[in-house]
């Protein structure tokens, strides 16, 4: 595995940006799975269906996942401190 970092460490606050291709895709990544996540959720509640807890719960989940995937990517992939 190649020591190229794909992140940028912010020089106020905290947080990543991303500088190569592999840390735009796995920012763009973040947000599609984010957007769906919500998306299907407002859409289970907007719609009524009769049995939408279990799609809100793997909504949650998958948006936890992701926000955690996201971290500990940009984390590992940043030069700095981060």
Not at 44 to 53: I, S
Not at 54 to 77: D, E, M, W
């Amino acid at each position: 595995m190649s020591n190229r970092y794909w992140f940028w460490s912010k020089s106020f606050g905290y947080g990543w940006t991303p500088i190569s291709w592999e840390g735009w895709a796995v920012t763009l990544g973040s947000m599609v799975v984010t957007m769906a996540a919500i998306l299907t959720a407002v859409f289970a509640e907007a719609h009524r269906w009769p049995d939408r807890r279990p799609f809100q719960a793997t909504c949650l989940i998958a948006f936890v996942a992701t926000l955690v995937v996201t971290i500990v990517v940009s984390r590992s992939k940043t030069e700095g401190d981060g």
